[in-house]
T-cell receptor, first 111, second 117 residues
């Protein structure tokens, strides 16, 4: 059974700091890995999707890496802003388009 | 493009009543839709997968007679919580994908907050 773990559970940083969120998964037989953002009481916004054959994806200040063999991914956020405050979820896709989510990292960026 | 809507966005009901939640893909045909449940400060847990025109596949531990899923068309799936109880209070989120779009991305709805009194 696939299990996804995210560390840390919560993170509070001052504005402007670069930060790294971690995600690990137990079964390396994945199709892809996604990072999502969730604001309180809202749905999910897809940030980055990394196919299993890829090593990283970049979008603006976000960079996600994937090491499939070791079952790890990181989300790097550069020059953090208060608007980045949200819960960040990673999810891996396995057979049948099933997504298994981690419990998320709650990020607070203080002005 | 690739917008998924849910209705209602929130609902409050009395214990013992049934509640229907709709999930619609607005600008694409969704061959597969997924229903997730999220309890406070927890992650999303997949409840079931539904394909248009066929019975839903439920995850282990999810009661199919309590959570009725219908995927009658390529743009609409419904989740009915029957005989709701306070422990069913949760945030329900649907997602949809369509392999024909050439992407594995699932597109998520904004969620429905269910509160059972």
């Amino acid at each position: 059974k696939q299990e996804v773990t995210q560390i840390p559970a919560a993170l509070s940083v001052p504005e402007g700091e670069n930060l790294v969120l971690n995600c690990s998964f137990t079964d390396s037989a994945i199709y892809n890995l996604q990072w999502f953002r969730q604001d309180p009481g809202k749905g999910l916004t897809s940030l980055l999707l990394i196919q299993s054959s890829q090593r990283e994806q970049t979008s603006g200040r976000l960079n996600a890496s994937l090491d499939k063999s070791s079952g790890r991914s990181t989300l790097y956020i550069a020059a953090s802003q208060p608007g980045d405050s949200a819960t960040y979820l990673c999810a891996v896709e396995t057979s049948g388009s099933r997504l298994t989510f981690g419990e998320g990292t709650q990020l607070t960026v203080n002005p | 493009g690739a917008v998924v809507s849910q209705h209602p966005s929130w609902v409050i009901c009395k214990s013992g009543t049934s509640v229907k939640i709709e999930c619609r893909s607005l600008d694409f045909q969704a061959t597969t839709m997924f229903w997730y449940r999220q309890f406070p400060k927890q992650s999303l847990m997949l409840m079931a997968t539904s394909n248009e025109g066929s019975k839903a596949t439920y995850e282990q531990g999810v009661e199919k007679d309590k959570f009725l899923i219908n995927h009658a068309s390529l743009t609409l799936s419904t989740l009915t919580v029957t005989s709701a109880h306070p422990e069913d209070s949760s945030f329900y989120i649907c997602s949809a994908n369509s392999p024909g779009r050439g992407t594995d991305t699932q597109y998520f709805g904004p969620g429905t907050r269910l509160t059972v009194l």
